[in-house]
């Protein structure tokens, strides 16, 4: 969602498109979709951050014929795309954190030699790459989310096969520190921060650096997107922030 609460999509894959340019967006107040600006280069499997300023960047990812290091910003003012450097590595399936000092941290991913344990900053005011510490742990697949401490945390994830394991990295020191695991090991979950400060892995309790189980879905499901409302009806696990 857009700091004017319009909602961006972008459509990884349309018909037999392996990355999509197209991008539409949505107006909840008049319920009514426009179409915006292309993406410069076609695209899944990407990171999408929004920025403190309101733009979106969007980080690496693949296309039907290579992976892809490149990243570019949208504009929602212009509704245009302008190219903003390249990661050092082609990568997918990362994750990406925006950082209380504006920066954007990509972490982990999968890229053409398997998973990386590689992490970098983006620099927004430069437009900039540059290298931070690496993860104890190689993962791709994952979800990393920002503690109300400023810390970041990525879950599970993959690398040859599933995940249990976490890890916190310290933007101070930009250091990573292994934290306690995931009773279950998974990947392509979901993960939300709540109200009391803990983070909500669709799956498992970040200061205590504990999890605990809670009540189980209803259904099995993969690949899912979770929203934070005022009240629960059925939840399934969580990470004590």
């Known amino acids: 969602m857009l700091t004017n609460e319009i909602i961006l999509v972008h459509d990884g894959v349309l018909d037999d498109r392996l990355g999509s340019v197209d991008v539409e967006l949505y107006d909840p107040s008049i319920e009514v979709w426009t179409v915006s600006g292309n993406i410069i280069s076609p695209r899944l499997f990407h990171a999408v951050s929004m920025l403190t300023d309101g733009s979106v960047l969007f980080a690496g990812g693949?296309?039907?014929?290579?992976?892809?290091?490149?990243?570019?910003?949208?504009?929602?003012?212009?509704?245009?795309?302008?190219?903003?450097?390249?990661?050092?590595?082609?990568?997918?399936?990362?994750?990406?954190?925006?950082?209380?000092?504006g920066r954007v941290l990509v972490a982990g991913g999968s890229g053409p030699n398997g998973s990386l344990n590689s992490a970098r900053l983006y620099d927004p005011s430069k437009w900039s790459w540059a290298k931070t510490g690496s993860m104890n742990i190689a993962r791709h697949a994952h979800i990393a989310s920002v503690l109300t401490n400023g810390k970041v945390l990525p879950v599970g994830g993959l690398n040859d096969g599933h995940l249990s394991s976490t890890e916190l990295y310290d933007p101070s020191t930009e250091l990573w520190t292994e934290t306690s695991s995931l009773s279950d090991a998974r990947f392509w979950y979901t993960a939300s921060g709540l109200a009391n400060g803990t983070l909500l892995v669709s799956g498992e309790n970040g200061l205590s650096g504990s999890w605990k189980k809670t009540g189980s879905m209803n259904n099995a499901r993969v690949s899912c997107t979770v929203s934070v409302l005022k009240k629960w009806k059925s939840v399934s696990c969580w990470w004590n922030a």
Do not use: F, I, K, P
């Open 62 to 101: 693949q296309n039907r014929e290579y992976m892809l290091a490149s990243a570019e910003l949208y504009d929602s003012s212009t509704g245009s795309w302008t190219s903003t450097g390249h990661m050092s590595t082609a990568q997918n399936l990362h994750s990406a954190s925006v950082l209380a000092n």
